[in-house]
């Protein structure tokens, strides 16, 4: 291949990212408004102009090679490009509509997204939600969702991040746990007891209780990236774990867990919203981190990063 701009090659690239994510030559070709002999006449061309196969192809079902996966997500990027320059040229970029796919956390439901989310559709009836639930590194560079909530810093530097607001920190252990082992009096103490480590939120076997002081701890029987899976085996007494607070508010009050060495703790976990960069420009994107920033409750920790437009900061 050389580097001269080929349009048919854009072509074919937009009817590859058409099947894919339509699921169905046909479906493509009603999006496209071409035949289904023109599309995968393009699907065949792309193939044959990179020397690779990108699709699967049965009667029933087509399913992306590995080589696929790759070029779909720059394929998708291109439609997603094409389909913003139209909206530019006919002054609808002030309009969010279409997909937006949005990862969270598991416990979204406890910094308020969840309820935030039908009054954000509402307000954006041409925007069509779809919401993931995990507690992993969404897949944002490679196209797979739009925007993603994160608690933490932002994981790439090739993503902008905008802070929400931020939450304390807590070490935590069950009643029965510290009955059992006895409680830490200072930091140094946690290298003697069961620590159940959440590696999302911290490298493993380490813990930064404030800016100033990491703690190096045990590793109990259990290690997970899932803040929800920690706090049930915190919960269950399998040893201290370090959690935001607004996770575990209600054990502490019920008396379940304990809050140990409070005077210590003083680091606050933010909470992002994150995606690639140059994507605020989607009026979709755009509209959802603003609607966000205004509506979850921030105080005066919201910002924006990366050179992302500051418009407002409630």
């Known amino acids: ?16 990212a058409a099947v894919v994510g339509s699921g169905s030559f046909s479906a493509a070709a009603k999006t496209l408004g071409y035949s289904k002999a023109a599309v995968s006449r393009q699907i065949s061309r792309l193939e044959s102009t990179i020397g690779l196969k990108l699709l699967d192809r049965t009667t029933r079902t087509v399913t992306l090679t590995p080589a ?33 796919r949005v990862n969270a956390p598991v416990v979204a439901s406890l910094f308020n997204v969840t309820q935030i989310i039908p ?23 490679k196209g797979k969702f739009d925007i993603a909530f994160w608690v933490g810093e932002a994981y790439d ?3 902008d991040a905008v802070k929400l607001r931020d939450y304390g920190m807590a070490l935590v252990a069950s009643t029965g746990y ?50 929800r899976m920690t706090r049930e085996a915190t919960l269950a007494g399998m040893g201290i774990a370090y959690l935001p607070r607004f996770l575990i508010d209600e054990d502490i009050a019920s008396g379940e867990l304990e809050i140990l060495l409070p005077d210590i703790v003083s680091e606050r976990m933010p909470l992002h919203l994150i995606f690639p960069k140059g994507n605020y420009q989607l009026a979709k994107v755009r509209a959802f981190v603003d609607f966000f920033l205004a509506k979850i409750e921030t105080g005066p920790v919201a910002q924006r990063k990366s050179g992302i437009p500051l418009a407002r900061a409630v």
């Open 1 to 16: 291949m050389d580097d001269k701009l080929d349009i048919g090659n854009a072509i074919a690239m937009m009817s590859f």
């Open 68 to 100: 696929g996966r790759e070029m779909y997500a720059r394929c998708a990027r291109i439609v997603d490009e094409v389909s913003e320059a139209n909206q530019v040229i006919s002054g609808m970029l002030s309009r969010p509509r279409g997909d937006l």
């Open 119 to 141: 009054l954000f559709l509402q307000k954006y009836p041409d925007v069509r939600l779809i919401m993931n639930l995990s507690d992993t590194k969404a897949d944002l560079l």
């Open 157 to 159: 530097s090739d993503l």
């Open 178 to 227: 510290l009955n059992k082992h006895g409680r830490p009096s200072t930091a140094a103490d946690l290298k003697e007891h069961l620590c159940i480590l959440e590696t999302h939120l911290s490298r493993l076997g380490e813990w930064r209780l404030s800016p100033e002081e990491i703690v190096s701890v045990n590793r109990g029987a259990l290690a997970s990236n899932s803040v």
